[in-house]
């Protein structure tokens, strides 16, 4: 489809800079700050650099925007890049904003010397109070004339640790006035006496978002450095730094980031959501984090898919959940397959097969499969569980699945007819009696008999026993973030129901963390990693309804 679909802005672009020479090679970058896990926003952002690199030559690096020491771990850059592997992409260059340091250094100090920063003592409110409005322009810091020697004196002392924490900062020396607030002398390094997860206790002084990330483009030599829309504002500052340190022209565009319906997409509050217990990890299946959604059986090419079909906007809009759903069934429905398990088992007596005889059917793996996924065997048996709600006691009109007198077909298997049932105190129903019609047999059927309905089912002998979880929306709004008060107040009370015991065919004993499977009629789940030997858990990645493309219709 990438094929036919029109060039978007950022395309356009590329094409233009490379046509007309501005660059040789396309170089980009995914710079993601250490401090948690990669959620679906950050898939696009990645599809995003990844993908025009791919399309156009050239390459992307992975830098990690390490300049925050107190947030930042290890853990994190590693679930990041195992994220970035399974999405299907390789960087050329990892790299660490933090490997610059000492480059980001010089270029302050030459700032300094060049009359363009300068080391300011007030406190945040006092800096907060001198900055003016948008619509009156700010006044001039005390310190904001002070010599170079007494300024390259101080930074070298801020460097040195001799300061405590916000003893005073670092600022640019740009423009009080500017109507852009965030050329009011931005600060550009702050002292902070704390562990950084790969410098250690080199340095107590950090560079600031803002003096860090186009210094280290440039640093990179990245042609286009993309970024999301909060930093439409910040493009002036990234202009002017490079432009006053001479050094490579990398230029900023921004585009619009993902925002999911029934899902918040923060680090920060998705933090929240593990250390509060919400969630059992980063890696819920209910988490919109990669490693979520790949353990709730989501595969690289559907994310891919659904980041392709999203496109690259502009302005800021909100996508539906439940295009994401679509593009995950549209993939596993070619790729999973298919077997019987049954979540809310009755059992089936066929009371004229013979008690102890046992026979395997065969069953195609995936019949939407070119080669149809291959065969498997399905044992059956005179006692089957099937699912309570494919009998009716009293059937509603067009019931075409069990009721009493009523015929079915058992996929794979033969078709059955019910003669009686057993109810217990209660009044439930607790076993089904059915005939079956020998020469049925799917594939050599010879009955010339009709049925409309077919059921799946499990032979209750063969049967493997598994625990079942089925996610719903985490949240029960559509934008959490939007709502009044904590997000938190919007989680939805059933976001989970788990099925203790459900059984499932034995073909399903060696089912691996990375299969897919559809369960017939029930929907695509997926092995959890929780599952022992003796303890089978599987996730259910979506329902196998299809909502998204009957609203479009
Ligand atoms: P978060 O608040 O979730 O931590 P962030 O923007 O602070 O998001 P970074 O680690 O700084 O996270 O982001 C790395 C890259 O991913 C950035 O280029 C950022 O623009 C991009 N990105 C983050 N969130 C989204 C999103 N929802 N949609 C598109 N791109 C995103
Ligand atoms: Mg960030």
Same mark, same amino acid.
């Given at each position: 489809m990438s094929e036919e679909r029109s060039l978007n802005f950022i395309e356009e672009i590329i094409e233009n800079d490379l046509n007309s020479g501005k660059y040789k090679t396309l170089v980009t970058r995914f710079p993601p700050e250490p401090n948690g896990y990669l959620h679906i926003g950050h898939a696009k952002a990645i599809c995003l650099n990844f993908g025009l690199t791919q399309k156009y030559g050239g390459y992307t690096n992975l830098r990690f925007d390490d300049t925050n020491p107190v947030t930042e771990k290890t853990e994190y850059v590693d679930s990041q890049q195992a994220d970035i592997r399974w999405l299907g992409f390789e960087w050329k260059h990892e790299l660490y904003t933090s490997d610059y340091f000492d480059t980001l250094y010089d270029f302050a100090v030459k700032l300094i010397e060049n009359g363009l920063a300068y080391v300011d003592h007030g406190n945040a409110e006092e800096i907060a109070a001198l900055k003016g409005t948008p619509t009156e322009p700010g006044t001039d810091s005390p310190y904001r004339s002070r010599s170079v020697e007494e300024n390259l004196a101080l930074f070298s002392s801020m460097k040195a640790g001799e300061l405590e924490d916000g003893a005073c900062i670092l600022r640019a020396k740009i423009d009080m006035s500017s109507p852009n607030m965030l050329m009011r002398d931005p600060i550009i390094y702050r002292i902070k006496h704390a562990a950084h997860h790969r410098t250690g206790n080199k340095w107590c002084i950090y560079p600031m978002?803002?003096?860090?990330?186009?210094?280290?483009?440039?640093?990179?030599?990245?042609?286009?450095?993309?970024?999301?829309?909060?930093?439409?504002?910040?493009?002036?500052?990234?202009?002017?730094?490079?432009?006053?340190?001479?050094?490579?022209?990398?230029?900023?565009?921004?585009?619009?980031?993902?925002?999911?319906?029934?899902?918040?997409?923060?680090k920060r509050k998705l933090l929240q959501l593990v250390n509060e217990g919400v969630v059992t990890g980063w890696d819920d299946p209910r988490m919109p984090t990669i490693s979520g959604l790949r353990r709730r059986g989501y595969t690289p090419e559907s994310i891919r898919e659904f980041c392709e079909r999203i496109g690259i906007a502009k302005r800021e809009n909100l996508i539906e959940l439940s295009l994401l759903e679509f593009c995950v069934r549209e993939h596993l429905n070619k790729t999973a397959n298919r077997v019987m398990a049954v979540l809310d088992p009755i059992k089936l007596v066929i009371t004229n097969y013979p008690e102890g005889k046992e026979e395997i059917l065969i069953g195609e793996n995936n019949p939407e499969a070119e080669d149809k996924g291959g065969l498997r065997e399905i044992p059956f048996s005179n006692e089957l569980w099937i699912e309570r709600e494919d009998f009716m006691? +009293?059937?509603?009109?067009?019931?075409?699945? @069990?009721? *009493?007198?009523?015929?079915?077909?058992? !996929?794979? $298997? =033969? #078709?059955?007819?019910?003669?009686?049932?057993?109810?217990?105190?209660?009044?439930?129903?607790?076993?089904?009696?059915?005939?079956?019609?020998?020469?049925?047999?799917?594939?050599?059927?010879?009955?010339?008999?009709?049925?409309?309905?077919?059921?799946?089912?499990?032979?209750?002998?063969?049967?493997?026993?598994?625990?079942?979880?089925?996610?719903?929306?985490?949240?029960?709004?559509?934008?959490?973030?939007? +709502?009044?008060?904590?997000?938190?107040?919007? @989680?939805? *009370?059933?976001?989970?129901?788990?099925? !203790?015991? $459900? =059984? #499932?065919?034995?073909?399903?004993?060696?089912?691996d963390l990375e299969s897919r499977y559809q369960f017939i009629r029930k929907g695509y789940y997926c092995l959890d990693k929780d599952s022992t030997a003796d303890h089978l858990v599987f996730n259910q990645t979506v329902g196998l309804k299809d909502a998204w493309a009957k609203a479009k219709k």
């Open positions: 978002y803002d003096f860090a990330h186009g210094q280290s483009d440039s640093i990179e030599e990245i042609t286009h450095s993309i970024c999301t829309l909060e930093y439409v504002s910040h493009r002036e500052l990234y202009d002017w730094f490079i432009a006053q340190l001479g050094i490579f022209p990398s230029h900023q565009y921004e585009f619009a980031r993902l925002n999911l319906t029934y899902t918040v997409m923060s006691e +009293e059937p509603a009109k067009k019931w075409f699945r @069990l009721a *009493p007198g009523a015929m079915v077909r058992l !996929k794979n $298997a =033969y #078709i059955v007819k019910c003669e009686d049932f057993k109810k217990d105190a209660d009044g439930n129903v607790t076993e089904i009696h059915c005939t079956y019609i020998p020469e049925s047999k799917s594939g050599e059927d010879t009955s010339e008999i009709h049925v409309k309905g077919t059921i799946h089912w499990v032979s209750t002998k063969h049967a493997k026993t598994a625990e079942i979880r089925v996610y719903d929306r985490l949240f029960s709004v559509e934008s959490p973030d939007s +709502e009044e008060g904590d997000f938190k107040d919007y @989680l939805h *009370p059933d976001s989970v129901k788990v099925i !203790k015991e $459900a =059984y #499932i065919e034995p073909y399903l004993a060696g089912a």
